[in-house]
Structure formats: structure tokens, C-alpha cells
């Protein structure tokens, strides 16, 4: 590794909804020892735990609308100032828009690298992959194709409430709106990798590591 890097890694993973982020930025996560950041799952955590925070984002949510950039500004300050992430992070759902982009940059000043690789996916593919995509009911747990009860905590699984067919509609067209500037923002820098992600979930792994490797690798 790099005295640049020092084995830190940050990574933003970019993508429509049902590009396979959480799967994957779950994996890597793992792979690296370092914790996952979703924005999405701590804002169902928090409408599960009936928080003022919950209560304001579910509507919004449920409608596949964004939720407003100082909540999600203060959501990420908040998670990337603990401790467990100074040795580096996935984060993912974050930024949706160039406000959150920029305040993303202004949190981590410190000159470490910020990987950030967006994962692509037809839209046709995404459709069917989230009307079929299943969660656990109970921990939130997102069930692989052809699971029948969660493999974490044995609860029973359920569609999210925002992955029928109108709201998938919806949350892709949001998406579609916003990611161009996203990419604009990101696209020139020489932190930022497109992958592949219409094939197996391995096959999206080893581009998405070995992606990582080439920003970092160049660095050096
Ligand atoms: P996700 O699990 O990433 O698909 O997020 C589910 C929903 O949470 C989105 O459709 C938004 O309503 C909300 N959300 C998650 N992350 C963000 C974000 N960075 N900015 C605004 N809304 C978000």
C-alpha cells in the first residue's frame, strides 16, 4: 500500500437502485473489514424505530422522492465521525445530488483518496430485478433470488414497501434526473471507475476490487 494511502480505503459506490450497491458494498465491506455506510438502511432503521427523523423520511420514501440534503448531510457527519470509520469505509445511496457531493468532499479534507465507482445496469434489467427483490421483514436483510426466509435472523421476508412497480418507476426516473450531474461532478477525477454490474454477483465483485486497485495502485 501506498503512504498516501495507507491502507485506508474509502469508497463510494454509485448506481440505480437495483444495481446490486448493497450486495456488493456489503462484500467488499466485509472482504476489507471496514463498516458499510447506507443511507437507505439507517433511514428504514430509522421508520422502523419510529424516530421523529423516520416519521419525516418515510412519506417521502414510500413515495421514491428524495429526502432533503440537510438531513442526509447531517446523517452521513454524523456516521463518518465515529471511529470505525478512520480505517476507511463503503459508502452507499450517498450522495444523490451535487450538494451532498460537495459536502461529502468538505467532511473528508484530510487528502485521502475517494474512490468512487459507479455500477452500471440497464434499465430493463433493473425493473425486474426489484419487483422481485425480497427483504427481510424483521432486520431488513436483503434475501438473494430464491431465498424463502432470511438468513440472518430466520424472519419471514417482504417486498420494501417502496419496490412495487409505480414506485420502482419513480425512484429510477429520480435516479436517472439526478445522476447525470453526480457523474459530472465525479467522472473527471482520477478516483473514478465505471463497472459492470449486468453479470454475477462474483463477477461484479472481482471488477469492482479490482477497480478499486487501479485508482489506488495509480496513486502510488
Ligand atoms: P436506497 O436503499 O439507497 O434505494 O434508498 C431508499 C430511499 O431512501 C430512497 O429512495 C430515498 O427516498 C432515500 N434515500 C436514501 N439515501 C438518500 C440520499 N443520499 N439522499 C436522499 N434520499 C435518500
Partial sequence: MSAET??????????????GKGTQAERFA???????????????????????????AREVMDAGRLVGDDIMIGIVTERLSRPDTRAGFVLEGFPRTVAQAEALDAMLDDGAPLVVVDIEVPEDVLVKRLQIRRICGACGWTAPPGTKVCAKCGGSLVQRTDDNEAVVRERLSVYARSTQSILDFYHRRNTFRSVDGDQTEGGVAADLSAAVASVLGGLR
Avoid: C, F, W
Fill in 6 to 19: 495507507n491502507g485506508v480505503v474509502r469508497l463510494v459506490m454509485l448506481g440505480p437502485p437495483g444495481a
Fill in 30 to 56: 466485509k472482504a476489507r473489514g471496514i463498516p458499510r455506510v447506507s443511507t437507505g438502511d439507517i433511514l428504514r432503521e430509522a421508520v422502523q424505530a419510529g424516530t421523529e427523523m423516520g416519521q419525516a
